[in-house]
C-alpha cells in the first residue's frame, strides 16, 4: 500500500516558525503582532490563505498581499526550522511502515521548495518517495489532482491519505482514497465534522490503523 502524508500539522508542528515569519511581516508593515494561536487558525490551505487571513485580520488593505507574501515566503524561508519539530512517535511510525513494505509519499499545500528545505533540515527527505508541493500545476488541496500524481509517482495500486484538516478529507475524498485524521494538527472543524474513516491521536496509533486496512 502507499501512504500519503500531509506535512505541516500532520507529519510535522511547524506553526511556530510560521508564526514568527509572520509577525516580522506584521512588525515591518506597522502592524501588532498576533498570538500562535491565532496564526495556527490560518493554517493549512496554502501560504496565499494564509497571507489573505493575516491581512484580513490585521485590517490591512487587500492590495497589500504581494508585498506581504513576498516578505512572508522570505521571512519563513530564513527561519524555517528554528523552532519546527516532529509529532512524538511520527518517526516510529514510518519506520513500521517501510519495513511493511508501504511506499511513502507526501501531498502538500507548503510550496515545494520550503517543503524541500523543511523535510531536508529535519533529516525526513529520504524516507518519502514522492513529494508534491501546493505551488505545483496540480494545485493544492481539496483539489485532488496533487494526491492523484503524488499516487502515480507511488507506483499506483492501494493509496491512503492521512492528514489533519478538512482540506485534507476533501481531497482524499475526491481521489477516492480513505482519509485517516490524525487529531494533534491544525484542523479548524471537528472530528466529527470531517467525518474521516478513521482518528488517531497519537503517531503510534497509525500502523495498526493501517494494516487493518489491508
Known amino acids: ?26 512588525a515591518a508593515q506597522g502592524h501588532a503582532q498576533m498570538p500562535l494561536e491565532q496564526v495556527r487558525g490560518f493554517i493549512g490551505n496554502g501560504v496565499p490563505t494564509l497571507v489573505r487571513r493575516t491581512i484580513a485580520s490585521a485590517g ?19 527561519g524555517i526550522c528554528e523552532t519546527t519539530v516532529t509529532y512524538d512517535g511520527m518517526i ?4 513500521d511502515l517501510s519495513a511493511a513494505g508501504h511506499r511513502l509519499g507526501v501531498c ?14 529535519l533529516g525526513l527527505a529520504g524516507r ?3 513529494v508534491l508541493g501546493g505551488d505545483t500545476t496540480f494545485g493544492r488541496k481539496p483539489d ?7 499516487a502515480r509517482r507511488l507506483g499506483g ?21 480513505p482519509i485517516l485524521l490524525y487529531t494533534g494538527g491544525y484542523r479548524d472543524l ?13 503517531w503510534s496509533e497509525l500502523p495498526a490503523l493501517i494494516a487493518a486496512r489491508l
Open 157 to 177: 495500486g492501494p493509496m491512503i491519505m492521512v492528514g489533519d484538516s478538512p482540506a485534507d478529507a476533501g481531497a482524499a475524498r475526491s481521489a477516492g482514497m
Open 128 to 130: 518519502f518517495d514522492a
Open 60 to 78: 490591512a488593505a487587500e492590495d497589500c498581499y504581494d508585498r506581504w507574501h513576498d516578505d512572508y515566503m522570505a521571512a519563513y524561508a530564513e
Open 1 to 26: 500500500m502507499s501512504v500519503i502524508f500531509d506535512l505541516d500539522g500532520t507529519l510535522v508542528d511547524s506553526a511556530p516558525d510560521m508564526h514568527a515569519a509572520m509577525n516580522r511581516v506584521l
Open 108 to 121: 502538500t499545500n507548503k510550496p515545494q521548495a520550503l517543503s524541500d528545505a523543511l523535510l531536508a533540515a
Open 92 to 95: 516510529a511510525a514510518l519506520d
Open 190 to 202: 471537528s472530528v466529527e465534522a470531517i467525518a474521516p474513516d478513521a482518528a488517531f491521536d497519537h
Open 144 to 150: 485532488p489532482q496533487g494526491l492523484i500524481e503524488v
